[in-house]
Structures are given as structure tokens and as C-alpha cells.
Nanobody, 117 residues
Framework: VQLQASGGGLVQPGGSLRLSCAAS????????MGWYRQAPGKQRELVAF???????MYADSIKGRFTISRDNAKRSVYLQMNLLEPEDTAIYYC????????????WGQGTLVTVSS
């Protein structure tokens, strides 16, 4: 499975961004898809994941602000990020796996999100 993430950029606090991740190879409808992020000087952390039957899990720090979704026809997963805060600044990585939750085996290249005025 190959993953290509896009949609990062510079946004002001309170703004919104939508990240996309397109998958090629594998059986997309069986994949659990997730987003992780790594801020400077910090460990990579889970942001959200969505299973193949669309069960969702969110990190406490982004609940109510971020929404994960998937489009099986487009073999893509999305992360809608609203009310962005400077603490959301990080490289965001797309992740995929055939497990029903947790970290999958496949990673995308990352897309940088910078929240700053």
C-alpha cells in the first residue's frame, strides 16, 4: 500500500485545513486509515483513525475540532481540521493497515501544517 498525503500549509489560529491521503495498492475497503502527527521535539502521536466499517477514534486534544472521513470510491481518507491552534503545528502522516485499530504498517510521506499568525 502506498500513501500520498496532501493539503498541508500555513493557516492562522482559528482557521481550517483539509488534509487528503490517497492510497494505491492493497484492498482499500479493508484498510483502517489513520492520521498521526509529529510536532518539533515531540513523539509521533495518533490524531484519528477510521476503520473499514467507519468506526472512528479521535485523540482527546482534537475532539470536536477535527473530523476524519473516507471515500472508498476515491481510495482516500480526509482530515477536516477546524479551529486550528498553534499547538496543532506538526507534520501530519497518513497511516494504513489491515488491523481494526491501532497503528497500521503503511505510512505516507507527511504533510506540514503550520498554525501561526
Amino acid at each position: 500500500v502506498q500513501l500520498q498525503a496532501s493539503g498541508g500549509g500555513l493557516v492562522q489560529p482559528g482557521g481550517s485545513l483539509r488534509l487528503s491521503c490517497a492510497a494505491s495498492g492493497g484492498v482499500f475497503t479493508l484498510l483502517t486509515m489513520g492520521w498521526y502527527r509529529q510536532a518539533p521535539g515531540k513523539q509521533r502521536e495518533l490524531v484519528a483513525f477510521i476503520t473499514n466499517i467507519e468506526n472512528r477514534m479521535y485523540a482527546d486534544s482534537i475532539k470536536g475540532r477535527f473530523t476524519i472521513s473516507r471515500d472508498n470510491a476515491k481510495r482516500s481518507v480526509y482530515l477536516q481540521m477546524n479551529l486550528l491552534e498553534p499547538e496543532d503545528t506538526a507534520i501530519y502522516y497518513c497511516n494504513a493497515g489491515y488491523n481494526s485499530g491501532g497503528t497500521g504498517a503503511y505510512w505516507g510521506q507527511g504533510t506540514l501544517v503550520t498554525v501561526s499568525s
